[in-house]
């Protein structure tokens, strides 16, 4: 079955940097668009990026361009998210998500279990 694991979440002072992983399993990962979506305490769920299947094309929200970075390594099934310059308002729990098509699109099939980011002095 498809399972999504994500990792590298915690707590980091203003202006830090951590960087996330999502290991995927029970699927051909090289074939699938993938995303973090996070969801901040008391709001709804915000796209945060996706990138396509072969990592050559790469979106962002507004809210974090220029500060995050996403990347996969097909080879090693593993989807990541470089996030520097962090603020207050990054706090959230990010979630990988699984597109069902190969292009970055707005469908999520699958989803992890999240990570909780906190950042905060």
């Known amino acids: 079955q498809v399972q999504l694991v994500e990792s590298g979440g915690g707590l980091v002072q203003p202006g830090g940097s951590l960087r996330l992983s999502c290991a995927a399993s029970?699927?051909?990962?090289?074939?699938?668009?993938m995303s973090w979506v996070r969801q901040a305490p008391g709001k709804g769920l915000e796209w945060v990026s996706d990138?396509?299947?072969?990592?050559?094309?790469?979106y962002y929200a507004d809210s974090v361009k220029g500060r995050f970075t996403i990347s996969r390594d097909n080879a090693k099934s593993t989807l990541y998210l470089q996030m520097d310059s962090l603020k207050p308002e990054d706090t959230a729990v990010y979630y990988c998500?699984?597109?069902?098509?190969?292009?970055?699109?707005?469908?999520?099939?699958?989803w992890g279990q999240g990570t909780q980011v906190t950042v905060s002095s």
């Open positions: 998500t699984k597109e069902p098509q190969g292009i970055a699109g707005t469908a999520y099939d699958y």
């Open positions: 029970g699927f051909s990962f090289s074939t699938y668009a």
């Open positions: 990138i396509n299947s072969g990592g050559g094309s790469t």
